[in-house]
């Protein structure tokens, strides 16, 4: 299994490399390896359990077809810019007469292209990172705020399955859903069964002391502490933007801005976190990070003297063809790394559970 944090790494640089840019070529060859990526996870995850193809019920591809077409359409409509007319819209309809430009459609299909790669690449999140996995992420200074987050994330799906069951129990006495009213017999026992699990866990938190509070002097402490440092940030964001003195505004934002993490600290060292299996760092998960670390310097941060001009294209008044540069062209191949863990070793015995063999005995 790869690293949840070589995921959001590469979360990042996708996100970062689709922001950055909108030549087709780039966008393209992201969309194209988003697309890579997200099939032979999903071909992975089937090999070893097919009931799992559920968990996205409609097909990426499909859905950013959807995004593109609309999205080249509505800009086309909206925008009468360009010097390639395909048709001309009657005057009198409002706010769409007027001409239909090539490139107005082609700007809106490179915005729907980066929208698409934005659901894609989270949907490849969503599928690779079980949700532990992400609330693990949140600090301990935040852990009432994870475990609500876990609480929310399950359940919906919870809910899903006790409404399955429901009306699989109504039909067996003979139910059936013609209007309105037929709705209340599946409504009132999901409502009373979704109290009784809410009332039951708040019960089991309370007995486990989750509601505990810890002494009062500490608490105030800490409190006086992050309303001193956010002041201070306050403070000092004023005098660097309103004011000449910006060496003494950074300092006293610098200062602000460590009381309020060495306060978070404090609080997240007296919140125990128990973790019943650590993850475990592989060659693929540095190979993963360094690829996408490689693509947002390259198309972020100006550390490496790069030309960053062909990150940038405009099909206005008329088309031409996009610039590139080799450099970004083979960095953004590097988005492809998790397709290569997948592709090359498959699925990993460390994410599922392998079927029990005839020759294994306990």
Not at 131 to 139: A, G, M, N, T
């Amino acid at each position: 299994m790869i690293n949840t944090w070589a995921w959001i790494i590469w979360l990042g640089a996708v996100l970062v490399g689709l922001w950055s840019t909108r030549n087709p070529v780039y966008l393209g060859i992201i969309f194209i390896g988003l697309i890579l990526v997200w099939r032979l996870l999903t071909t992975a995850i089937e090999k070893v359990d097919p009931a799992e193809r559920q968990r996205f019920p409609f097909s990426p591809r499909r859905i950013s077809l959807i995004i593109i077409i609309f999205s080249a359409v509505f800009n086309g409509l909206i925008s009468q810019f360009g010097e390639t007319v395909l048709f001309t819209l009657p005057a009198w309809i409002p706010y769409l007469g007027g001409p239909f430009t090539l490139e107005g459609l082609v700007f809106g299909a490179l915005n729907g292209l980066v929208l698409s790669g934005i659901l894609i690449a989270f949907i490849v999140i969503n599928l690779a990172l079980p949700v532990h996995s992400l609330v693990r992420l949140i600090p301990r200074a935040f852990y009432p705020v994870a475990v609500v987050t876990s609480i929310a994330i399950t359940f919906m799906p919870n809910t899903i399955q006790q409404f399955e069951l429901i009306r699989e129990a109504q039909a067996i006495r003979g139910h059936r859903v013609r209007g309105i009213r037929d709705w209340i017999p599946l409504i009132m026992p999901l409502l009373i069964g979704g109290l009784e699990k809410a009332m039951g866990l708040a019960e089991a938190m309370t007995a486990r002391g989750f509601a505990g509070q810890e002494s009062s002097e500490s608490n105030r402490n800490l409190r006086i502490c992050q309303v001193v440092g956010l002041v201070l940030i306050f403070s000092g964001w004023l005098l660097q933007s309103f004011s000449t003195r910006d060496t003494l505004g950074i300092a006293i934002l610098m200062l602000g801005l460590g009381l309020v993490l060495f306060s978070l600290w404090k609080i997240g060292r007296r919140a125990s976190r128990s973790v019943y299996k650590r993850e475990k760092w592989t060659g693929y998960d540095f190979l993963v990070i360094v690829f996408s670390l490689i693509v947002t310097v390259i198309y972020w941060l100006p550390l490496v003297n790069i030309d960053r001009s062909t990150l940038f294209y405009n099909p206005y008044p008329f088309l031409t063809s996009p610039a590139i540069n080799p450099s970004i062209l083979f960095a953004t191949f590097g988005l492809i790394a998790p397709g290569i863990f997948y592709g090359f070793q498959g699925i990993p015995n460390k994410i599922f559970k392998k079927p029990a063999s005839e020759n294994d005995h306990f």
